[in-house]
């Protein structure tokens, strides 16, 4: 898969045309339906990535650990283009993908982010949270659908997948992930990929690097985000570029309490009622 040919064609698809242009551009396979994760076993494992799937969630801590909690409350602190946002409370709802609530200052009342981001950059960033937040599991959604990648040539290790998300446009994605085959020393994932759509960013090809992770109640989580703008990148999955550059957009992850569904809405209070009925 080129990156390069991405690119180019990404800045010759009309704004009008949104995510379903951009995914027609990639060489993949038949799609995989996302699900949901409320069974015993998720559909996923039975599907062709089922193998690759398995392996990269119990790098993670497995995806019965995961199921345990409804969500998660951190502290977000990040910078793009070296403006520092201040850090903030946030809570993200495992149950619907795309929900993410903050607070304006500690004890002040939970407010639900709008589904697509504003045009700034810190909203931009608090609203892709739910995404990036921990991406092997969160694709397991039932709106996330999964599609195999093909490649003409050979050589390529691993097993690589798009992974594109149904509903509002958060201005990122699809993600592109590679899965290595065996044992590796470093739990977690990496890295991934993803085209950027959003005025906060420039366009095109970008590489999120997954840093400083550890585990809490069973899960491994990642702490760190770097993502990097790529130029000139021909092949999808290479590094950087230089090693003296830097990310354009970094974040971190601080505070970390996983929630169960009776603590999330403890939490969320009148807030969540209210937006549950509508």
Known sequence: MRIRLLYRRLNSVPASRGPAALLSLLLLAPALPGCSSAGDRSPLLGTSLGPALEQLWEEHGGLDAWRRFSGARVEYRGTIRGEAFSSRPLLIDFRSSGRVWHQLEAG????????????????????TIPFLFHLPFVIEGGDWTLRRALHAGSGISGIEFEASRKGADPGIGPFLIRIEPGERAMKGLPSAHYLCRHPALPRGPYRV???????????????????????????????????????????????IRFLSDKELRELLGEAVKRKDNG
């Open 108 to 127: 002040a009342p939970w407010s639900q982010l709008p589904p697509q981001a504003a045009p700034n950059a810190e909203d931009f960033a608090l609203g």
């Open 209 to 255: 690097e997954f840093n400083d992770y550890i585990q809490l109640d069973g899960i491994y989580v990642s702490t760190r985000r770097e993502h990097f703008h790529l130029h000139g990148q021909k092949e999808a999955f290479q590094g950087p570029g230089s090693a003296t550059d830097r990310p354009l957009w970094t974040e971190s992850l601080e505070r």
